[in-house]
């Protein structure tokens, strides 16, 4: 049973779902961790609703923000004279 498992944990189909899954689980996560949506701060369905929708455009804001700030990464590495000349004030 398991090494059946693990065969099919080889394959792409099964990796690009886990990749899949991995990313929802993220969002997920950093809703419950960094937006607080683990407590509601209403008892009416209603309102929960709202706040959790509210929760998910900040994080997806936050996420947004996160990846305009980032520094690309260049495929190829700087030669060592240039760096060395780069990082002299």
């Given at each position: 049973?398991?090494?059946?498992?693990?065969?099919?944990?080889?394959?792409?189909?099964?990796?690009?779902?886990?990749?899949?899954?991995?990313?929802?689980?993220?969002?997920?996560?950093?809703?419950?961790?960094?937006?607080?949506?683990?407590?509601?701060?209403?008892?009416?369905l209603?309102?929960?609703?709202?706040?959790?929708?509210?929760?998910?455009?900040?994080?997806?804001?936050?996420r947004?923000?996160?990846?305009?700030?980032?520094?690309?990464?260049?495929?190829?590495?700087?030669?060592?004279?240039?760096?060395?000349?780069?990082?002299?004030?």
């Amino acid at each position: 049973m398991q090494t059946r498992n693990r065969l099919v944990q080889q394959t792409k189909e099964w990796q690009r779902s886990c990749a899949i899954r991995a990313g929802i689980e993220a969002a997920i996560s950093q809703n419950f961790r960094s937006h607080g949506l683990r407590l509601s701060r209403s008892l009416a369905l209603a309102r929960t609703h709202v706040q959790q929708v509210l929760t998910a455009m900040a994080c997806y804001v936050a996420r947004v923000a996160d990846w305009i700030d980032t520094v690309p990464q260049t495929r190829c590495r700087a030669p060592y004279l240039r760096a060395l000349c780069s990082a002299t004030p």
